[in-house]
């Protein structure tokens, strides 16, 4: 078992529609949980960080971490095209272990 | 400095050769990450230090690859009798202190071998 998996997609929402990005781990030891957003031939850049149950709001964005299910969310609100990009999900044990990303793209 | 500054940019290279790669982090970031980021794949990590120490550098592929830090600052990945699979972006990140909110990533090193 991977210790972060993302269902690799792609994911193709209506510009305007919620996006919906999911991953579980595998250490229950884990207490920070990170997404990064990378367009294509760039570099990772930090988007969101949770560290409690419960739901966290920025912007569009919201993230959603569930320590019982070992399960962390990511919901783009108002999806734009400019959000079309691969989502990576972090989750800091000894190192921050990403998974493989999902592949969003926003329609038009 | 105001980021991560990775250099070269791109790096070809020949099958056997060895190759260094260079990372200089945020001003006052202690902790330095080094990661690998092949085709379409996730990114997987290789050495992590702390200072100048490297409390794990368990995500070395094989022993051709070390690297180093000086000062508590630039950092150097280097690669010996480079392979065709050692090509990927190398990506380097740096935070505040390995329990940071996150890590700041540079623009990586795109190494392709031949």
């Known amino acids: 078992q991977k210790e972060v998996e993302q269902n690799s997609g792609p994911l193709s929402v209506p510009e305007g529609a919620i996006a919906s990005l999911n991953c579980t781990y595998s250490d229950r030891g884990s207490q920070s949980f990170f997404w990064y957003r990378q367009y294509s031939g760039k570099s990772p850049e930090l988007i969101m960080s949770i560290y409690s149950n419960g739901d966290k709001e920025d912007g569009r964005f919201t993230a959603q971490l569930n320590k019982a299910s070992q399960y962390v969310s990511l919901l783009i609100r108002d999806s734009q095209p400019s959000d079309s990009a691969t989502y990576l999900c972090a989750v800091l044990a000894r190192q921050l272990t990403f998974g493989s990303g999902t592949q969003l793209t926003v329609l038009p | 400095g105001a980021g991560v500054s990775q250099s070269p940019s791109n790096k070809v290279t020949e099958k056997g050769k060895d190759v260094e790669l260079r990372c200089d982090p945020i001003s006052g970031h202690t902790a330095l990450y080094w990661y690998r980021q092949s085709l379409g794949q996730g990114l997987e990590f290789l050495i992590y230090?702390?200072?100048?120490?490297?409390?794990?550098k368990s995500g070395l592929p094989s022993d051709r690859f070390s690297a180093e830090r000086t000062g508590g600052s630039v950092s150097t990945l280097t690669i010996q009798r480079t392979q065709q699979e050692d090509s990927a972006v190398y990506l380097c990140a740096s935070s505040l202190s390995s329990r940071e909110d996150g890590y700041t990533f540079g623009s990586g090193t795109r190494l392709t071998v031949v």
């Open positions: 230090f702390q200072g100048n120490s490297a409390p794990d």
